[in-house]
Antibody, heavy 120, light 110 residues
C-alpha cells in the first residue's frame, strides 16, 4: 500500500512561486504501473486536477494551468514536485499529491493534503 | 475542460437509496468508460469508491453502485447509513492523459 506525504511552505506571497514536494514511501516511484499527480481543492470548493508525471519525466498538465505549472520527478529520492508560478489568492487551496494507477486510470492513493495560502 | 455537473446536494433517510448524477460531454464521460467516484469526509482526503463506472475497489460496500448512460454517469447508494454523509465527486478521463472532476455533491442523511 502506497503512502504519500506532501511537504512545503504553507504561505506564499502573491506573484511568487508555490513549491511542494511529495514523498512516496512503501513503494517505488519508478513503478511502471503508476503515474504521479497533484490535485487541489480551494476552501469550500471542489477538486481540480493539476497535472501528472511518469517516472520517465513525461508530464501532462491541466490546460487551464499549463502556462504556470511544472511537475518534476526525482527517482533517487522517491519524490515528485509541483511548482506553480505567479500565484494569486485564487491559488489558495489544499494541495494533494496522488498516485494514478495506470491499469484503471484511478487516483487510488492520496496524501493527507497540505493547505497553501497565498497572501502578503 | 469544464467541470462535470453534479447536483449540489442530495439527501435521504437511513435505509433509503439515493442517486447522484454526473453530467459531462461527449469528450469526457461520453467517450470513455473511465468515470470514478470519490467520497470525502470533512477535513479528510478523498477516498476512491468506484472506478470504470461501476467497479468497487476492495473493501468498498456493495451498497455503492454505478452506471452510465450517454454523457451522464450515476452513483447510487442503497441502504443509506449515517456514515455515508459526505461529499461525493465524480471524475472522468478527458483524453490526452487529462482528467476532469465533478462539481461535487453533499450527501445528507436525514
Amino acid at each position: 500500500q502506497l503512502q504519500l506525504q506532501e511537504s512545503g511552505p504553507g504561505l506564499v506571497k502573491p506573484s511568487e512561486t508555490l513549491s511542494l514536494t511529495c514523498t512516496v514511501s512503501i513503494g517505488s516511484i519508478s513503478s511502471r504501473s503508476y503515474y504521479w499527480g497533484w490535485i487541489r481543492q480551494p476552501p469550500g470548493k471542489g477538486l481540480e486536477w493539476i497535472g501528472s508525471i511518469y517516472y520517465s519525466g513525461r508530464t501532462y498538465y491541466n490546460p487551464s494551468l499549463k502556462s504556470r505549472v511544472t511537475i518534476s520527478v526525482d527517482t533517487s529520492k522517491n519524490q515528485f514536485s509541483l511548482k506553480l508560478s505567479s500565484v494569486t489568492a485564487a491559488d489558495t487551496a489544499v494541495y494533494y499529491c496522488v498516485s494514478l494507477y495506470s491499469n484503471n486510470w484511478i487516483f487510488d492513493y492520496w496524501g493527507q493534503g497540505t493547505l497553501v495560502t497565498v497572501s502578503s | 475542460q469544464s467541470a462535470l455537473t453534479q447536483p449540489a446536494s442530495v439527501s435521504g433517510s437511513p435505509g433509503q437509496s439515493i442517486t447522484i448524477s454526473c453530467t459531462g460531454t461527449s469528450s469526457d464521460v461520453g467517450s470513455y468508460n473511465l468515470v470514478s467516484w470519490y467520497q470525502q469526509h470533512p477535513g479528510k482526503a478523498p477516498k476512491l469508491m468506484l472506478y470504470e463506472g461501476s467497479k468497487r475497489p476492495s473493501g468498498i460496500s456493495k451498497r455503492f453502485s454505478g452506471s452510465k448512460s450517454g454523457n451522464t454517469a450515476s452513483l447510487t447508494i442503497s441502504g443509506l447509513q449515517a456514515e455515508d454523509e459526505a461529499d461525493y465527486y465524480c471524475c472522468s478521463y478527458a483524453g490526452g492523459s487529462s482528467y476532469v472532476f465533478g462539481t461535487g455533491t453533499k450527501v445528507t442523511v436525514l
